[in-house]
């Protein structure tokens, strides 16, 4: 299949809103855990009731995930317009272009949380029962940070928030092998079968 695509430089709306409302709902899952919100009792929480209240609260893993979509929708696209069909994409560009836009960044954050881990600075010790600092490096490096925290606990907050990365770059990394593999009939029912789990796998369902 041929994609005809021209290099847009202008702003999509509606991603731009879908990136806003996502960036909303995790600022207020992380204010609601730490602070308990709602505060109540609350006008707001009596007027709306606590299913609602919970809904708007809670709900920053989903918004999580519309991160990780919209993501590969722009990726998607943007390889589109430079190469017109996906079978012509330079893999081994693609995979550096990704590699040298996160892992300066990356490295800089894992040397300041080392540092501030080997002098003490509370809040960025990694001092969890069977957690070290040079598992915790391999974990982010490895991009297994989630299933480091799975098999131990949580790292400390600034560490915690490496989950999501760990979890988009094995994304980026697998997905085009079960696209090759898989044939696409199989593919497509596996990815129904996936969305439609969601309401009884999400976290709480």
Known sequence: MQFKTTTNTSRNFGIDLLRGFS????????????????????YLGELLGKRIVNGISFNGY?????????????????????????????????????????????????????????????????EAKGQTLWRALVSALGLHLNWYEAQTTWLPASWDVLWSLSIEEVFY?????????????????????????????????
């Open 173 to 205: 990394l697998a997905f085009p092998i079960l696209c090759i593999v898989l044939p696409r009939r199989l593919f497509v029912v596996l990815l129904l079968a996936l969305a439609l789990s969601l309401p009884w796998v999400r976290p709480g369902g």
């Open 62 to 126: 989903e918004s999580v995930f519309i991160f990780f979509v919209v993501s590969g929708f722009l990726i998607t696209r943007r390889s589109l317009a430079q190469y017109g069909t996906l079978s012509n994409l330079n893999w081994r560009s693609f995979y550096m272009a990704r590699f040298s836009r996160i892992f300066p960044l990356l490295a800089l954050l894992l040397i300041v949380l080392s540092v501030l881990h080997l002098v003490g600075v509370d809040g960025y010790v990694v």
């Open 23 to 42: 960036i909303l709902f995790v600022v207020v899952h992380h204010l609601a855990m730490n602070f308990r919100l709602p505060l109540g009792p609350s």
